[in-house]
């Protein structure tokens, strides 16, 4: 049973941080890319930040220089660092999974809400 769980949502003060964490079970995690996605309201989910198995990072414009994706493989975790905070970020943030030698494995967490207050 594949299972990926996010948490560390909440509320955030502009300027703020927030730490987000996805904790991935039954999954193969130390072969797979691992990616934060958002949907804000109205809008179409987007990419946020990813990290290979390798530790290449890619990251949205809009994120640049505020947060950082990182991954802890002998604990099949992944975490998204989110600084400087602004009200754009507001949205629900998913974790996802991606095989690197497999297309069809693909997961998805449950989402968790992030609310940034101006």
């Known amino acids: 049973q594949v299972q990926l769980v996010e948490s560390g949502g909440g509320l955030g003060q502009a300027g703020g941080s927030l730490r987000l964490s996805c904790a991935a079970s039954?999954?193969?995690?130390?072969?797979?890319?691992m990616g934060w996605y958002r949907q804000a309201p109205g809008k179409q989910r987007e990419l946020v930040a990813a990290?290979?198995?390798?530790?290449?990072?890619n990251y949205a414009d809009s994120v640049k220089g505020r947060f950082t994706i990182s991954r802890d493989n002998a604990k099949n975790t992944g975490t998204l660092q989110m600084n400087s905070l602004n009200p754009g970020d507001t949205a629900v943030y998913y974790c996802?999974?991606?095989?690197?030698?497999?297309?069809?494995?693909?997961?998805w967490g449950q989402g968790t809400q992030v609310t940034v207050s101006s």
């Open positions: 996802n999974i991606k095989a690197e030698w497999l297309a069809s494995y693909d997961y």
């Open positions: 039954g999954v193969i995690f130390r072969l797979c890319t």
């Open positions: 990290i290979t198995s390798g530790g290449s990072t």
